[in-house]
């Protein structure tokens, strides 16, 4: 039962143009969403992430933006540099507790920015 | 420097045998995780800890051990009862306050 899910394995494109990463999730409960950078055999990099009060959140060339009624969310990154080819990883955690990093992950999908 | 250090970078286990994955944080996190990720997959939570000498399963707890002593420490043991060790293990940490959490550079783990 895949809470999270990246439908799109991979993404290409070319230097200076927008990458839109999508993001869709099942769990009601989810309520603070983040999106993580990683790079093979290193460990995942925070980006940037949202609250589900809002529904745009905004951090340089990275925004999240933030559908609750269609349970979907999108990290746009504009302009695309060569360095963010990496794989991205949505990720999203459930209200209530303190274990902020109890986190459901998707399956990631690499993208690839061409000079 | 404040982060997360996990060691071995890279760990060889023969079928059979426990190994431990070591993870350090000098966050001053309450809280703790240890993570697999295996190719083409997101990443999956083994154990985490909110406190010191407490500890709960996670989605793929089975074959794992882990103990928290220490507040800075989260050791990982990989028990031969795990059918399918082969994979990138990460700990995280996270604090009080709602945001990010840290993740070390991982441990490669293959059984030969």
């Known amino acids: 039962d895949q809470q999270v899910k990246q439908n799109s394995p991979s993404l290409s494109v070319q230097e200076g143009r927008i990458s839109i990463l999508n993001c869709d999730y099942t769990n009601s409960m989810f309520d603070y969403f983040l999106w993580y950078k990683k790079y093979p055999a290193e460990g995942p990099t925070f980006l940037i992430s949202?609250?589900?009060?809002?529904d745009k959140n905004e951090d340089g060339r990275f925004t999240v933006f933030l559908n609750k009624s269609a349970k979907h969310l999108s990290l746009h990154i504009v302009p695309s540099q060569p360095g963010d080819s990496a794989v991205y990883f949505c990720a999203a955690s459930a209200a209530g507790g303190t274990s902020y990093g109890k986190l459901t992950f998707g399956q990631g999908t690499i993208l690839t920015v061409h000079p | 420097d404040g982060g997360i250090t996990q060691s071995p970078k890279y760990l060889f286990r023969k079928e059979g045998q426990n190994v431990t994955l070591s993870c350090e944080q000098n966050?001053?996190?309450?809280?703790m995780y240890w993570y697999r990720q295996d190719p083409g997959q997101g990443l999956r939570l083994i154990y985490y800890s909110q406190i010191v000498n407490d500890f709960q399963k996670g989605d793929i707890a089975e074959g794992y051990s882990v103990s928290r002593e220490k507040k800075e420490s989260f050791p990982l043991t990989v028990t031969s009862a795990q059918k399918n060790p082969t994979a990138f293990y990460l700990c995280a940490s996270s604090g009080q306050v709602r945001g990010e959490a840290f993740f070390g550079q991982g441990t490669r783990l293959t059984v030969v």
């Open positions: 949202i609250s589900s009060i809002k």
């Open positions: 966050l001053n996190h309450d809280a």
